[in-house]
């Protein structure tokens, strides 16, 4: 009878050994999984603050103060297994009706339009949704631009904040950069939509890409400098419109 209760003692001793290995082994997992997002989300902050560092040469930043989403996809590369050649995995975040920028939401974006100039270079692709119906179709967690949406490359430079052509452009507006250097794309036939397993990572549960850009969840972990960045610069412009508004008569 002992020795029965010694090998039962033995097998399961060996289950919860078994048990606590995997468990140890998908945590590990997912912390990596983690750790891969949020350096992507990092990337993407860079590359933005990269982008607005050159006023004269970069997103004017009254077009970013006036944007409904911005969409960041740092490094997209070339990519044989889709027609088109391009995929890449980004980050939005969205203006809220409280006035802030909403969590991060992860999305793949692929195929499209992109033009001989990109060649097979990694590129870092940042995009704008200008008006509710773009909005719109971001929150449908799946939508393809010149489908969906019309998509138009953006102004550049200080030269453009003083016009209002792009504010009847486009729901889009697309700025490329390859090497240092702004590369005019349209993303004609590229198909975006929500990254569900990114989204998993990121919050550990699935969240409806509307839930997250309409700000009913909390910025997550790893996502907040991202926010952050965005809603400085958009806060930037408004701020010196509120100044120049107040300042009495001469």
């Known amino acids: 009878m002992t020795v029965k209760w010694s090998r039962v003692s033995a097998f399961v001793l060996a289950l919860i050994f078994a048990a606590s290995f995997c468990w140890a082994d998908e945590s590990s997992k997912s912390d990596k999984n983690v750790s891969e997002e949020v350096k992507r989300i990092q990337k993407a902050t860079e590359v933005l603050n990269s982008i607005m560092s050159t006023p004269d040469k970069g997103i004017p930043r009254d077009v970013l103060a006036s944007a409904k989403c911005v969409a960041v996809v740092p ?32 999305f793949t974006i692929a195929g499209g339009d992109w033009g001989l100039q990109i060649g097979g270079e ?5 995009m704008l949704v200008m008006n509710d119906k773009g909005m719109r179709n971001l929150l449908s967690s ?21 016009s ?56 997550p972990r790893g996502a907040e400098e991202f926010v952050a960045t965005v809603q400085k610069y958009a806060s930037e412009v408004k701020a010196e419109r509120s100044s120049t508004n107040a300042e009495p008569p001469r």
């Open 122 to 126: 990694a590129i870092d692709l940042v």
């Open 142 to 162: 799946k939508f393809k631009i010149g489908a969906d949406a019309s998509a138009a490359a953006g102004p550049i430079g200080r030269h453009a904040e003083g």
């Open 164 to 219: 209002t052509d792009w504010k009847m452009r486009s729901e889009v507006l697309t700025y490329s950069r390859a090497r240092g250097a702004f590369a005019g794309v349209t993303l004609n036939g590229a198909v975006i939509k929500q990254d569900e397993d990114e989204t998993r990572v990121l919050y550990g549960r699935f969240v409806p890409f509307a839930d997250i850009l309409t700000g009913k969840v909390p910025v």
């Open 75 to 106: 490094s997209m590369m070339k990519a044989g297994f889709i027609v088109g050649g391009r995929y890449g995995r980004g980050i939005a975040t969205c203006h809220t009706a409280s006035g802030k920028w909403s969590a991060a939401a992860p």
